[in-house]
């Protein structure tokens, strides 16, 4: 009977000690499955951290580089301003000139030539002549 009672025991004892060992790998499984999705969390929400910055941090390089091209450009003109203010500028010497050779002719002296606008004709051929210096510029550049 001792023996019988012996190994009920021990019956009881393998299947208590099964039982626990299931528990223990079935909540050792639960919480690495707890701490597999906690990580998968915190990972998560790390990348759309690193994304919203990088996101934040080419949206500012692009403001930059668009503030530094707007600032080159009002430092900067374009061969076409730079022609048009040539342009003026030989204009008002030219006008300039005129004017003071108009002062300096004498007063009594007959006027035998007077300042005039050349010819339509060679007005339009200096015009394409500059259209021409402007595109040879701007093809260079």
Same mark, same amino acid.
């Given at each position: 009977?001792?023996?019988?009672?012996?190994?009920?025991?021990?019956?009881? +004892?393998?299947?208590?000690?099964?039982?626990?060992?299931?528990?223990?790998?079935?909540? *050792? &499984?639960?919480?690495?499955?707890?701490?597999?999705? /906690? *990580?998968?969390?915190?990972?998560?929400?790390?990348?759309? $951290?690193?994304?919203?910055?990088?996101?934040?941090?080419?949206?500012?390089?692009?403001?930059?580089? $668009?503030? +530094?091209?707007?600032?080159?450009?009002?430092?900067?003109?374009?061969?076409?301003?730079?022609? +048009?203010?040539?342009?003026?500028?030989?204009? /008002?010497?030219?006008?300039?000139?005129?004017?003071?050779? &108009?002062?300096?002719?004498?007063?009594?002296?007959?006027?035998?030539?007077?300042?005039?606008?050349?010819p339509p004709?060679?007005?339009?051929?200096?015009e394409e002549?500059?259209?021409?210096?402007?595109?040879?510029?701007?093809?260079?550049?």
């Amino acid at each position: 009977v001792t023996v019988w009672v012996w190994q009920s025991q021990l019956k009881r +004892l393998e299947a208590f000690q099964a039982t626990q060992m299931r528990r223990l790998n079935e909540r *050792q &499984e639960r919480e690495q499955g707890e701490q597999a999705q /906690a *990580q998968q969390q915190q990972l998560g929400m790390e990348f759309a $951290l690193q994304q919203r910055e990088w996101q934040n941090y080419q949206r500012q390089q692009y403001l930059d580089q $668009l503030r +530094l091209w707007r600032d080159f450009q009002s430092t900067h003109p374009t061969p076409m301003e730079t022609f +048009l203010r040539q342009q003026s500028h030989q204009r /008002a010497l030219a006008e300039a000139q005129a004017s003071k050779l &108009e002062a300096a002719r004498p007063a009594a002296a007959p006027a035998t030539v007077t300042a005039q606008a050349p010819p339509p004709v060679l007005r339009e051929e200096e015009e394409e002549r500059a259209w021409t210096r402007v595109k040879e510029t701007v093809a260079a550049l």
